[in-house]
Each structure stands twice: as structure tokens, then as C-alpha cells.
């Protein structure tokens, strides 16, 4: 076997360095590239909010990371198929956290979450986040009443003087919050309200029709009470805070994603799965 010179070796040596070196940089180009083009959406949102997001279990608070052709192991819901699926057709990975509402809020205002959703539109809101064109929902306001209920209704005025029960956080636009002679108790739980109306410790229980009605029928007690005509309505929409450079790409990716589902059909089929109206549109 021929020796190789001292030189010889070096010099292999040297090729092989150079070939690893190279490799090396490729490998971190490529993957570097990869990691760029990998597009990653934080979603926080509420933890008890059907039919539009809740938990599928008992677990209230939870965090997952959920790429595109996934659905979350924990949450479900009309607003969360229609968020899910808006973002998903874009090439997000959907980074998903549930808080109680305050603490969402909270984060997102912050920025330690991209965007939070589903949420109303008021001036309060809007002065610290900016909103998706398109929706995710759309509420009705109105008030539950025993079935014996002697109201007859005017219009918020036939509340006055009266208790309405309400759930905290929820907003129920600027006639009910302007009307200062209704007298308003801050309600956590919508079966909690209903029990309280039950009991004779409310008059009434004013909220979102769908999701009153949702959790009326899972505990069968969809009979028991009559609805007042609706005072007010709203859209819900995806929101983040404006300290945060990325938020109008990240909503403009959403409303691009939203009308995509529209068109292939996919918005109708998540209408139908959870019996709510195929609403299309903006406010």
C-alpha cells in the first residue's frame, strides 16, 4: 500500500473540512428557510362559551399547538371551526390558549398573544385593538323570563326599576349599557343566572340568544323559560392589540382564509355541523 505524504493528508484533510463546512451552512440554510417560511399564529380565547368555543372535557385552561389539518384535542365550537379553518387554509399553525376571558384579554392586550376571539366591537376595544373585517359569529341580545312573567315589553324601558341579570364581561351594546335604570347584577356561569331567575333573585337574565339556548338544551331545560323580544345585536370578530406590529398581516391573512371557506364550501358544512345561520358578512 502506497504511504501518503505528510502533504497528501493535510490536504485531505482540508477537503473534508471544507465539504462538512459546506454541508454544514446548507443544512442551516435550508433550515433556517424552513423556520422562516413556517407561519405561527398565538389564538387566545375563552373557556366557556358554547356554542362557539368551549372544552371538549372538564379542563377549563390549556394550551396546544395545532398545524394546519389538525383540530384541537380540547376545544370546539362554531367560532373555532370557523377561525381554525379561515387560518389553517393560509398556512398558519394555530398556537392555542384558553384563559377565562379577563385573563385573555389581558394577554392579548399585552401582547403575549397575537390575537383573542370571538369579540364585539365598542369604543372602549377598539381604542386598544384592531379588528378583522370579517367575523367569526353573530349575537343576539335579549332577556329570559320565567314563563309566568308579567313584563310586558317596551323595549328596555319595561325594565326599569327591575333585576336583570347579566354574565360578567359580556358586552350587550351601548343601549342596554347606557340604560342606567336597569338594576344590573354581574351573573359568572349562564346556568348559574338561571337557577338565580328560578329562585326569584332576578327578574330577568339578559345575553346572547345561541348561546342561552345552547345551554338551555344540554340541560333540557329549553321549556322553562319565555324570550323577550331582541333589543340589540352584534358581530363577533377576530381582534389584536395595536401595539403589535404583526396583528394587520395576521388579520388580513384571516379575512383572506374566512372568504376562502366561503367560497369551497367548508363555512357552510361548520353552519350546518352546529345549527347556527350560514351569517356572511362584516360590519
Known amino acids: 500500500m502506497k504511504k501518503l505524504s505528510f502533504k497528501q493528508i493535510f490536504s485531505n484533510i482540508t477537503s473534508l473540512c471544507?465539504?462538512?463546512?459546506?454541508?454544514?451552512?446548507?443544512?442551516?440554510?435550508?433550515?433556517?428557510?424552513?423556520?422562516?417560511?413556517e407561519k405561527i399564529v398565538s389564538v387566545a380565547t375563552l373557556d366557556d362559551y358554547s356554542p362557539y368555543c368551549f372544552p371538549k372535557s372538564s379542563k377549563k385552561s390549556f394550551?396546544?399547538?395545532?398545524?394546519?389539518?389538525?383540530?384541537?384535542?380540547?376545544?370546539?365550537?362554531?367560532?373555532?371551526?370557523?377561525?381554525?379553518?379561515?387560518f389553517h387554509?393560509?398556512?398558519?399553525?394555530?398556537?392555542?390558549?384558553?384563559?377565562?376571558?379577563?385573563?385573555?384579554?389581558?394577554?392579548?392586550?399585552?401582547?403575549?398573544?397575537?390575537?383573542?376571539f370571538p369579540t364585539i366591537k365598542n369604543p372602549q376595544r377598539e381604542g386598544d385593538f384592531y379588528f378583522s373585517k370579517e367575523s367569526v359569529d353573530q349575537v343576539n341580545f335579549l332577556v329570559y323570563v320565567p314563563l309566568d312573567s308579567t313584563i310586558e315589553w317596551s323595549g328596555l324601558s319595561s325594565l326599569e326599576g327591575l333585576t336583570i341579570g347579566q354574565i360578567a364581561g359580556w358586552d350587550l351594546g351601548k343601549t342596554w349599557s347606557g340604560n342606567g335604570k336597569?338594576?344590573?347584577?354581574?351573573?359568572?356561569?349562564?346556568?348559574?343566572?338561571?337557577k338565580m331567575l328560578d329562585m326569584k333573585r332576578i327578574d330577568g337574565f339578559a345575553g346572547y340568544e345561541i348561546n342561552f339556548d345552547y345551554a338551555l338544551k344540554s340541560e333540557r331545560w329549553q321549556t322553562q323559560y319565555k324570550k323577550l323580544p331582541s333589543f340589540d345585536a352584534s358581530i363577533e370578530y377576530v381582534a389584536g392589540a395595536k401595539t403589535n406590529l404583526k396583528i394587520p398581516s395576521i388579520l388580513n391573512d384571516f379575512d383572506l382564509g374566512k372568504r376562502k371557506i366561503i367560497e369551497n364550501k367548508t363555512f357552510e358544512l361548520i353552519s350546518k355541523k352546529w345549527g347556527v345561520n350560514s351569517f356572511v358578512g362584516n360590519k
Open 63 to 86: 394550551k396546544e399547538l395545532i398545524p394546519p389539518g389538525s383540530d384541537s384535542v380540547n376545544l370546539q365550537g362554531y367560532s373555532w371551526d370557523i377561525l381554525r379553518e379561515s
Open 18 to 37: 471544507v465539504s462538512f463546512t459546506f454541508l454544514l451552512i446548507a443544512f442551516l440554510f435550508i433550515g433556517s428557510t424552513v423556520y422562516a417560511q
Open 182 to 194: 336597569i338594576k344590573k347584577d354581574s351573573i359568572t356561569k349562564i346556568i348559574q343566572g338561571f
Open 89 to 116: 387554509i393560509q398556512g398558519y399553525t394555530i398556537r392555542l390558549t384558553v384563559y377565562p376571558w379577563k385573563r385573555a384579554v389581558y394577554d392579548t392586550k399585552t401582547g403575549a398573544e397575537d390575537v383573542i
